[in-house]
């Protein structure tokens, strides 16, 4: 067993007496203010004006075509969004959550295990937009969500961790333990890692963050969710934040997404809204965030997307992704997190199959690659195939495969040549496998 499980697991086992409830009447205080419940600080001036239902940055304006952190510029980027059908949902997109939850010795961060698992269920209810639910009248996303079942050596596992730690539970490294995702956090490039603390920013508490958009660093050390621990899961007793829609929110700015008040009423119409605003076009242009549920606010001429799971507004309020919003994200997924999800078909009611079962691209080896790289992919039945090489601008620079091909696990190879014969310079390429189960990329890089 790995060190950083031994502590995890030595953490599982931390016991407490008189715990302070997420619900608890005890006074509250924030920046020297004091309240008499976290509602009557969600419902101030202090916590509206201030804008801190989210922490998230805007990212900082960039020049056009500027490659991501990634290195990329590839359909969904930081400046843009190209809606192509590819990207719209088709099989789902599975991701395993991690939940690390912080608490003060004042007893302060402690919440039920039942929270963890609602949080998770919410967020399907909302990304799968469950009938039923808050979400139905959402856009399915087919993106969804489990807890991890065992740790990362294959041990049982319970889905999250529980940590005493003052330190980190304000969202500061501890002087003789570091930052607390370098000894907790499960691999970034394969887990959703979701911290419940107390997170600050100027002007106060804030409800939740993320460090930064996949496009600027997926994968890092430090990527992953953070989540008020008292706004974290159903019913955790501080209206109006208290449906779990926090994570929601969050998540979608872990898939891509962008604040749908992003340049105010700036927006450029069709298509420039696309690399504009909030990256999509199928939200109007909302010059400020709102809270509450003004379902009547027309701030750009046009209904604001009051209900968005992007806006600010009260949990209870927030019912829908669109569909560009939906293609963005697995878009971000299949470019900035590829191996960060498991791809899921659905065979019948109740009966997904897991899709390395059916069609399936691997990572390019070498990758980066120099004079050549080889690729595998599987098919689950015979069919029509093409493997094709696109550059950054989306333009097919060579067909590696085009034709019928039988079921099983097939080979092919690339040696840095167009179609023509000619070398193509050193860059960012993307290998796209097409069938009629849809379509897998994957993402190249060549050196010289």
């Not at 998230?56 to 990329?72: F, L, M």
């Not at 639910?133 to 969804?144: C, K, N, V």
């Not at 909030?278 to 809270?291: A, I, K, Q, Y």
């Not at 050549?372 to 493997?387: C, D, M, N, Y």
Request: hydrophobic share 30%.
């Amino acid at each position: 067993m790995s060190p950083r499980t031994l502590a995890a697991v030595a953490l599982l086992c931390l016991c407490f007496t008189a715990p302070v409830r997420a619900g608890s009447p005890s006074p509250v205080v924030v920046n020297g203010r004091s309240y008499e419940s976290w509602t009557e600080y969600f419902l101030s001036d202090e916590f509206r004006d201030n804008g801190l239902r989210c922490g998230t940055r805007s990212p900082s304006p960039r020049a056009p075509g500027r490659i991501d952190v990634q290195g990329t510029s590839g359909d969904c980027t930081m400046d843009l969004t190209n809606p192509l059908e590819e990207y719209a949902p088709g099989t789902i997109y599975e991701i395993t959550v991690v939940v690390h939850r912080f608490e003060s010795i004042t007893g302060m961060g402690v919440f039920s295990d039942t929270l963890v698992q609602s949080q998770i269920d919410i967020m399907n209810e909302d990304f799968r937009a469950i009938a039923g639910t808050l979400g139905e009248g959402g856009t399915d996303t087919r993106i969804q969500f489990k807890l991890a079942t065992v740790d990362e050596d294959g041990n049982p596992f319970p889905g999250y961790t529980r940590t005493v730690n003052e330190f980190w539970f304000n969202d500061l490294p501890d002087p003789l333990n570091g930052n607390y995702w370098d000894v907790l956090a499960f691999d970034p490039t394969r887990y959703l890692n979701i911290y419940t603390l107390s997170p600050e920013a100027p002007g106060g508490v804030i409800l939740g963050y993320v460090p930064y958009l996949p496009q600027e660093g997926a994968g890092q050390p430090d990527d992953g969710v953070r989540c008020l621990w008292n706004a974290f899961g159903r019913n955790s007793g501080n209206p109006p934040y208290d449906q779990g829609r926090t994570a929601t929110h969050e998540v979608g700015h872990y898939l891509g997404l962008y604040h749908v008040f992003e340049g105010g009423c700036s927006g450029a119409p069709q298509p420039g809204c696309y690399g504009s605003g909030d990256r999509v076009c199928d939200t109007e242009p909302d010059e400020t965030s709102h809270g509450g549920c003004p379902t009547t606010s027309m701030t750009c001429g046009d209904p604001d997307p009051i209900r968005n799971y992007l806006e600010y507004t009260d949990d209870l309020c927030m019912n829908n992704f669109t569909p560009e919003q939906a293609r963005r994200m697995r878009c971000s997924m299949q470019f900035y997190r590829p191996n960060g999800y498991q791809e899921i078909r659905q065979v019948g009611v109740g009966q997904p199959i897991a899709a390395t079962q059916g069609v399936s691209l691997e990572q390019n080896r070498p990758n980066p690659f120099d004079s050549g790289t080889g690729l595998a992919f599987s098919l689950e039945r015979e069919g029509q195939v093409a493997l094709v090489v696109h550059d950054l601008a989306g333009r097919a620079v060579r067909t590696l495969v085009a034709g019928r091909l039988p079921q099983g696990v097939h080979q092919a190879s690339w040696d840095g040549t167009a179609d023509d014969g000619r070398a193509v310079p050193p860059g960012v390429y993307f290998c796209r496998l097409t069938t009629a189960e849809g379509v897998r990329s994957r993402r190249m890089v060549m050196v010289h």
